[in-house]
């Protein structure tokens, strides 16, 4: 496969999910994403895919120019390789969508990947579902959301974000003019943290989209839902 997209020029889509090549696979795919100039999207969920081969993508997006969708959904990169693709990220310049669900990604991950969104100016959405960011992850994108101006989609489902977490990404939202979906499901946010989304929602007039279902929020009396309330009226100008 590796060897016919070094010379075929027509094909823009391969979906190889929930095979197993593994990090050989992925390293002989990469060595072809250097040459090809027409694939533009890349599917490789579900491939046993580690750092190694985390790694080789990565160098390989420092010179491919045609690559906009990279889904590698439910693998294993680690923090490791989620370094090596965010140092990617600063120099590519095409890269559109990049999917890391499930990838055992923890905050070292994240932070790499933040310091990346402060620099990339093409990633319009990316995808951290089911990983273990924790709150010090999401600090760490708050601050990238803070300059980011490209960024529309950020999915955090699932990655153990608190209070903290969430408040920190409500004060970068008061700020950031480009994010429309923000996914939270799954989370442990509370009263705090929602109030705190709820405040921020009250100045951002960008965000179409979040979702904070299976979190820790609680019914905290009729303050909160007036917070809420009012925040909802303010965004559709009643």
Known sequence: MSEALKTNTS???????????????????????KANSTLTTLYLQHNSIGFDGALALAEALKTNSTLTTLDLQNNSTGDNGAQELAEALKTNATLITLDLWRNSIRSNGAQALAAALKINVTLTALYLQNNLIGDSGALALSE?????????????????????????LAEALKTNSTLKILDLQKNTIGDNGALALAEALKINSTLANLNLWHNSIRDNGAWLQHQVSQAIALRIGL
């Open 11 to 33: 094909l823009i889509t391969l979906n190889l999910q929930s095979n197993s090549i593994e990090d050989n696979g992925a390293q002989a795919l990469t060595e072809a994403l």
């Open 144 to 168: 990238a959301l803070k300059t980011n101006s490209v960024l529309s989609t950020l999915d955090l489902w699932g990655n153990s974000i608190g209070d903290n977490g969430a408040q920190a």
